[in-house]
């Protein structure tokens, strides 16, 4: 029994050790060919924006093309099922943001485990959103805004880009913890909640900063709060939802590249290094600057914490704020 046992140990050794070179070979070679990476969400986003920057880049340094795809639909769905169903090879890879988290949070039936179909390779920026009213709005203020809502409670709106959104719940979450009551209004798209709010269809709409900051340069709409623990650098005079008046307040939309399960530990290793090197780049720190986001590197093991973190605590919101699947 011993002698069996000994050789069943020994068996297993091999076979890792095997997997072991086979996963440092994979890496060396990585990558031989075109590269996919998808987007589940669509073109002009601060997730696609940044997929496609860090594409152009790694393709540089990689020697190799890398094809950006967005596969939008279902609130992102349609593209993470995607994602999670493809190869383990290191061939295609994925942009998650936000949204992933709160999909886990508001649809009980998702085609794919979001924490188990996955493998976390690097958290690369966050971003802050944006409170904006049209300019005709009598607020000037976050309080303003509170107070006109609680004076006519449902009958203030505000739009996002679809239910479930990080958009829809950044405002969900917003009104809950001041104890307004506001309409929600979704669209088909970020830029058709956007056109509506400019003219003055929707009372309220919280997003990227760098949607909305030509608007509000513009004098078009105005801004009451930004979504984060501090204030962005492109808005520095607008205080924090937190600051102008709901203490404790804070949503920040994140991005990060993953693969799916069962990626090799050095290929991923191999990947996540890229593209922090790329990440030092001045021209790609800029360039992310510019969209309004903010550098926020973690690796593989930090990224999966992470991540658990933020299904956990979007459950949490989406529980208190009664958010509804469509």
């Not at 958009?167 to 979704?186: N, W």
Request: net charge negative.
């Amino acid at each position: 029994m011993y002698s069996q046992l000994r050789r069943s140990i020994l068996v297993a050794g091999a076979s890792l050790s095997l997997l072991a070179a086979l996963g440092d070979a994979a890496a060396a070679d990585y990558p031989s060919r075109q590269v996919r990476l998808i987007v589940p969400y669509g073109p002009g986003t601060v997730s696609d924006a940044t997929a496609r920057l860090l594409a152009d880049k790694l393709a540089e340094r990689w020697g190799q093309s890398i094809v950006v795809e967005n596969l939008t639909g279902a609130g992102g769905v349609v593209g993470t099922r995607a994602i999670a169903q493809s190869t383990a090879d290191g061939y295609t890879l994925g942009m998650l943001a936000s949204n992933h988290a709160i999909n886990a949070a508001v649809y009980p039936d998702l085609p794919y485990d979001p924490l188990g179909d996955f493998t976390p390779i690097v958290h690369v920026t966050f971003n802050q959103f944006a409170f904006c009213v049209p300019a005709d709005v009598p607020a000037n203020t976050l309080q303003e805004f509170i107070a006109l809502a609680e004076e006519q409670p449902g009958k203030l709106n505000y739009g996002s880009s679809g239910n479930g959104g990080s958009p829809h719940l950044a405002v969900a979450k917003f009104a809950h913890m001041a104890g307004i009551d506001l309409m929600h209004i979704p669209y088909r798209s970020n830029g058709a909640a956007v056109t509506d709010l400019i003219a003055g269809n929707v009372s309220l709409l919280s997003t990227s900063i760098s949607a909305l900051l030509p608007h509000v340069e513009s004098g078009r709409l105005k801004a009451l709060a930004v979504s984060g623990d501090q204030r962005s650098p492109l808005m520095p005079d607008v205080p924090t939802v937190s600051e102008a008046g709901v203490p404790g307040y804070t949503m920040k939309n994140w991005n990060g590249i993953v693969g799916p399960a069962g990626l090799p530990r050095e290929l991923v290793e191999h990947i996540q290094d890229d593209i922090i090197e790329v990440l030092k780049e001045n021209a790609v720190s800029e360039r992310i600057a510019a969209l309004g986001a903010e550098l926020d590197v973690l690796r593989s093991d930090a990224f999966e914490r992470r991540l658990r973190e933020e299904v956990s605590t979007w459950k949490e919101v989406v529980t208190a704020a009664k958010v509804r699947p469509d």
